[in-house]
């Protein structure tokens, strides 16, 4: 999904009342998108874990 | 005679014991050295003692000073901002309450990246911390003042936050010990918050003896937050250690030469069974832990960005804009896959005790190749730093940093024990051993 550019970072900022600088939108698109990685779990991802799976396997004696 | 501020807590402990040396022993010896040092390190925000500590517990009359974010009631915590400039906190942290009742006196504040969002120890409001080998040099981030301070013999020891790398890369940067706990070992009650999903709080000291001294005194549950495990925080440093893993290939092509030898002449110095496996994703494993963060940090700051966003500095209004950018999808999918890839962990370790590795991959760069006037290699140095601290955060692990020699500057290299889940007590042994067979750990800098 490595498609932000400018004008979708600067839009989203906007939506949210965050001012940006003019001339930042380009930059940090490129950030957002290097944070794009693929993931070979993610194929393997089971349909009922949720961010909470975390903490049942953090706690687990 | 040694100068009693530059003992380790268990030295001063044991001289306190024996009565060769008083509480107000420390604290002057602290004071003196504060005085001589905080010109060249700007280590402090302020040297008012908070708390004169008590007379008995496992760390009475032992001088210790925190990162600027853990909250006292009734006084100021800047969080090395200009936000925060002057807001008093009404209530006290949970790691400092624990350090109170374990005896330690709180002689002040320390400086820091402001709200804790920075690797480096730059900070445009307080000033910049300078590293005490050589104040040119960055300290590392974001607990920059905890790590000048412990490594200038100011204090004794010191508690930071980690949330990306921020007790590891500064220990690492100016060769003290520091350890970062396992996400929920420590109450964040009364702390900062950065990103509830990987913030941890740890100890930097001289040596993991210490830090063993400060876990113990501030792990455990909290109701307050709710976050806490229900895990002992008993250690046993003469824990057998058995096997480390490390990824031999990975250093010696990664890492700049002379931080290689170094770490991989540790490796060997800890006298145990070494298993090469395959390294972690560190890549993959960073960008989702920043993922993380940033989505994190950028929503709790969202008030302050919409009406005060021209009192951040510029680098750290530029990494919370980042955060307004990340799909909640994406973000929530990067916690869903934190269970496997823990379950992954565990596989890679095996039986291995802890994993080895770098802290940091190269020589420590200057504050000014990595500040404002870093010019187009500075997104690159930076990242550099942060490389393999991140993804300890993702995994929530704890981790241990411990001097392990010098680069061609000069300045530290630190060596970096990552750990199962609430394997601390491992991780403490393992460095207790690294540091009986070494004396990294004894060299201090000296003012010019």
């Known amino acids: 999904m490595k498609n932000f550019t400018s004008h979708t970072i600067e839009t989203l900022l906007a939506s949210q009342g965050v001012p940006l600088a003019a001339g930042r939108g380009e930059r940090l698109a490129a950030g957002v998108n290097d944070l794009y990685v693929p993931d070979p779990l993610r194929a393997e991802l089971g349909f009922d874990v949720d961010p909470t799976t975390y903490l049942k396997t953090r706690n687990q004696p | 005679m040694t100068e009693a501020a530059t003992l380790t807590i268990a030295e001063a402990r044991a001289r306190l014991e024996r009565r060769e040396l008083s509480a107000a022993d420390l604290l002057e010896s602290c004071r003196r050295r504060i005085e001589a040092w905080q010109p060249r390190v700007n280590a ?40 925060r400039r002057g807001w008093v906190a009404s209530e006290t942290s949970a790691a400092l309450e624990r350090l109170d009742a374990a005896g330690a006196l709180d002689i002040g504040t320390l400086n820091m990246a402001e709200f804790a969002y920075g690797p480096t120890g730059h900070n445009d409001h307080w000033g910049d911390c300078g590293n005490p080998w050589d ?110 893993a490390l990824s031999s290939a990975w250093i010696e092509e990664d890492a700049h030469p002379a931080v290689a030898r170094a770490v991989v002449a540790a490796a060997r110095a800890f006298g145990v069974r070494l298993r ?55 973000y929530l999918e990067v916690l869903r896959l934190r269970s496997a890839w823990v379950e992954r962990w565990h596989a890679t370790l095996h039986d291995a005790d802890v994993y080895l590795c770098p802290a940091i991959a190269v020589p420590i760069p200057t504050r000014e190749e990595t500040g404002p006037r870093g010019g187009p290699e500075m997104p690159r140095r930076l990242a550099q730093v942060t490389r393999l601290t991140r993804w300890v955060n993702y995994l929530g692990v704890p981790a241990l940093v411990l001097p392990c020699g010098f680069d061609p500057h000069g300045l530290p290299i630190g060596l970096q024990l990552v750990g199962r889940l609430f394997a601390e007590e491992t991780l403490l042994a393992a460095g207790l051993r690294f540091q009986r067979e070494t004396d990294w750990h004894r060299a201090s800098p000296r003012l010019a």
């Open chain 2, 276 to 330: 090469e496996v395959e390294p972690p994703p560190f890549d993959l494993l960073s960008a989702h832990c920043l993922t993380i963060m940033q989505a994190e940090a950028s929503a709790q700051h969202a008030q302050w960005m919409r009406s005060r966003s021209q009192d951040y500095s510029a680098a750290v209004r530029a990494r919370l804009e980042a955060g307004y950018a990340i799909p909640a999808a994406h």
């Open chain 2, 135 to 244: 104040p040119s040099y960055i300290t590392g981030g974001s607990s920059s003042g905890s790590a000048a301070a412990v490594a200038a013999r100011l204090v004794f020891g010191s508690l930071g936050s980690d949330t990306g790398g921020s007790v590891r890369l500064p220990a690492a940067a100016c060769g003290v010990t520091g350890l970062k706990t396992t996400w929920g070992r420590v109450s964040r009650h009364g702390a900062m918050p950065l990103s509830h999903s990987l913030d941890t709080i740890g100890p930097l000291a001289r040596t993991a003896e210490d830090c063993a001294l400060l876990f113990r005194a501030i792990a455990g549950p909290d109701p307050r937050d709710p976050l806490t495990a229900d895990a002992s925080a008993e250690v046993d440093l003469e824990r057998p250690i058995g096997t480390i």
């Open chain 2, 44 to 83: 402090f925000i302020d040297t008012q003692v908070r708390s004169p500590g008590r007379q008995a517990g496992p760390l009475a009359g032992i001088p210790l000073a925190h990162k600027d974010m853990f909250y006292r009631a009734g006084k100021v915590s800047s969080c090395g901002s200009k936000i």
